[in-house]
């Protein structure tokens, strides 16, 4: 039987991380997240608070991916589109949702701030809520599409609270060697065409003066892993080094 593949898109939205004014730390987070859970990150994406890029990203997303989720732009200021721009790629209304106001209501506020915190309790009709354990206005899912925040401890949150149906979990094994890539890289392939089912990486790397690779193998099956990760070794034995940091994941 096929192995089943379960694939996942993030897009991460807003204008302060592709002004370099903000890091982004959530596609990590995501990602390792997903990994656990039997499902692959296939594309990343980072788009600007523009309502055009977010639902043609949204649209692509979720008519290719087995998941969508998105981070930013869903809290109280005026570039706070995501919401709408959610509704609009379903072509749904936007509502507002009491349960979201509730939570938001928890917290005095003068009358104008009140008004703008209640921007976050806007959803796409038919939009079911993602949890927020950290306390504040909760994220919401419609169809295959999971909207989150973008402040990394709420993000983490609410995650943590979403169930994936996976696949197959993705191992890997590592092994770095004080050698050069082009020393090694015929051996690579022909090693890469006897395992087709594992992604074998090759990484350069230059620390304290000395110059090396470091090979990163990854797939599901833990045999073939531990037979590519035998001939990597092997081969860097063959070109008269040790191989070094053996990690399995």
Same mark, same amino acid.
């Given at each position: 039987?096929?192995?089943?593949?379960?694939?996942?898109?993030?897009?991460?939205?807003?204008? !302060?991380?592709?002004?370099?004014?903000?890091?982004?730390?959530?596609?990590?987070?995501?990602?390792?997240?997903?990994? !656990?859970?039997?499902?692959?990150? @296939?594309?990343?994406?980072?788009?600007?608070?523009?309502?055009? !890029?977010?639902?043609?990203?949204?649209?692509?997303? +979720?008519? @290719? %991916?087995?998941?969508?989720?998105?981070?930013?732009?869903?809290?109280?200021?005026?570039?706070?589109?995501?919401?709408?721009?959610?509704?609009?790629?379903?072509?749904?209304?936007?509502?507002?949702?009491?349960?979201?106001?509730?939570?938001?209501?928890?917290?005095?506020?003068?009358?104008?701030?009140?008004?703008?915190?209640? +921007?976050?309790?806007?959803?796409?009709?038919?939009?079911?809520?993602?949890?927020?354990?950290?306390?504040?206005?909760?994220?919401?899912?419609?169809?295959?599409?999971?909207?989150?925040?973008?402040?990394?401890?709420?993000?983490?949150?609410?995650?943590?609270?979403?169930?994936?149906?996976?696949?197959?979990?993705?191992?890997?094994?590592?092994?770095?060697?004080?050698?050069?890539?082009?020393?090694?890289?015929?051996?690579?392939?022909?090693?890469?065409?006897? %395992?087709?089912?594992?992604?074998?990486?090759? %990484?350069?790397?230059?620390?304290?003066?000395? %110059?090396?690779?470091?090979?990163?193998? +990854?797939?599901?099956?833990?045999?073939?892993?531990?037979?590519?990760?035998?001939?990597? @070794?092997?081969?860097?034995?063959?070109?008269?080094?040790?191989?070094?940091?053996?990690?399995?994941?």
């Amino acid at each position: 039987m096929p192995e089943r593949v379960v694939t996942a898109c993030v897009l991460i939205i807003g204008n !302060e991380i592709l002004s370099g004014r903000t890091q982004d730390t959530n596609l990590n987070h995501i990602a390792m997240v997903l990994g !656990e859970a039997g499902v692959r990150v @296939k594309e990343a994406r980072v788009i600007p608070d523009d309502e055009d !890029e977010i639902v043609t990203a949204l649209n692509h997303a +979720r008519e @290719k %991916y087995d998941y969508v989720l998105t981070t930013g732009g869903i809290g109280p200021t005026h570039d706070d589109i995501t919401a709408d721009c959610v509704a609009n790629a379903f072509g749904v209304p936007i509502i507002v949702s009491e349960e979201i106001a509730e939570v938001i209501r928890r917290r005095p506020a003068p009358p104008p701030v009140m008004e703008s915190r209640m +921007r976050m309790a806007r959803i796409p009709e038919g939009a079911s809520l993602i949890d927020n354990p950290t306390g504040g206005p909760q994220g919401f899912q419609i169809e295959n599409v999971y909207v989150m925040a973008g402040i990394p401890m709420v993000m983490q949150g609410m995650l943590s609270t979403i169930q994936f149906d996976g696949g197959a979990v993705v191992r890997s094994r590592s092994v770095t060697a004080h050698v050069g890539e082009s020393q090694i890289a015929a051996g690579l392939g022909d090693i890469q065409s006897r %395992y087709p089912d594992i992604d074998l990486g090759s %990484y350069p790397f230059f620390r304290d003066g000395v %110059y090396g690779t470091s090979l990163v193998m +990854r797939g599901t099956n833990e045999a073939d892993l531990e037979e590519m990760l035998d001939a990597v @070794k092997a081969l860097i034995v063959e070109n008269g080094e040790t191989p070094r940091d053996i990690v399995a994941e």
